[in-house]
């Protein structure tokens, strides 16, 4: 069993709350390792149709992430991990500011950050001749915004350990009919490697994890089937697989891996 030395180290992990999702996956793989885990969510209204939140869809997906931390703290604590959970809203540099004070008051430190939270738009309206305002401003303020503001707190509380892991997607560099969306994640494989180098000097490594077809609860049957195809593995990529990434580039076996993408899409988009 690989000892990735996170043992009391202290993690943020933003976008927390859906319990299918990468960030509760990546919360249960570090508590798992023992560390010390802040999860960070902010609720995202949206309709859904109850009697279908139990199959995998828009429905069960829209829920998830309309509701709180619970499932994934009712975890945590029948693992006996060490954690915090911090309902904020990372477009606030007020609340930015928040979360570290609160993290460090609690456990004296933060070590790595996991900007996993994103937003983007869910009616079918990214595409060059539909896509509003709105949608451009809300989704780079998340995606973009939210995370180099996360990312300048951790390098100014900085200490002797240091990690940074983006979320990107397989397809960020193309990606027809979600145009705004893939633009804010390849500008976070931009930026990953701008801030690595400016990070370097702190010992300070800053990665990406682009994955591809994921099933955090949104991928429904048929469009599993649509997209299985597109993957050379013949298989959707779990929460888990991306975890376990995460893991790694944020363990001390990974210190001299600065400034990387890394596809975790079992052979999509290369």
Not at 142 to 167: K, Q
Not at 194 to 207: D, Q
Not at 238 to 252: C, V, Y
Request: net charge negative; glycine share 8%.
């Amino acid at each position: 069993m690989i000892n990735y030395g996170l043992s009391d180290r202290v993690a943020i992990i933003t976008g927390a709350n859906n319990p299918q999702g990468i960030g509760a996956a990546t919360a249960l793989a570090f508590a798992r390792e023992g560390a010390k885990v802040v999860l960070v969510f902010k609720k995202i209204p949206r309709a859904y149709d109850e009697s279908k939140v139990g199959a995998n869809g828009a429905d069960r997906y829209f829920k998830a992430n309309a509701g709180d931390a619970a499932q994934v703290e009712s975890r945590l604590r029948e693992m006996g991990a060490d954690y915090l959970i911090l309902e904020k809203d990372i477009t606030r540099e007020e609340d930015v500011l928040d979360i570290y004070a609160e993290a460090i008051n609690k456990f004296g430190k933060v070590e790595i950050l996991v900007n996993n939270a994103a937003d983007g738009d869910m009616e079918g309206i990214d595409t060059i001749e539909t896509i509003t305002r709105a949608v451009i401003d809300d989704t780079f303020a998340v995606n973009v915004r939210g995370s180099i503001m996360m990312t300048r707190e951790l390098i100014r509380h900085r200490g002797d350990y240091g990690r940074v892991i983006n979320l990107s997607t397989d397809a960020a560099q193309v990606f027809a009919g979600q145009i705004t969306y893939g633009a804010s994640k390849a500008t976070m494989e931009a930026l990953t490697r701008s801030i690595a180098l400016e990070a370097a000097p702190y010992g300070i490594t800053v990665n990406c994890v682009a994955p591809g077809p994921t099933q955090t609860g949104w991928i429904d049957p048929a469009l599993e089937q649509a997209v299985i195809p597109l993957i050379p593995m013949g298989k959707l990529i779990s929460p888990e697989d991306i975890a376990e990434t995460i893991l790694f580039l944020a363990s001390r076996q990974a210190k001299m891996i600065t400034g990387q993408v890394i596809k975790v899409s079992g052979g999509k988009a290369l």
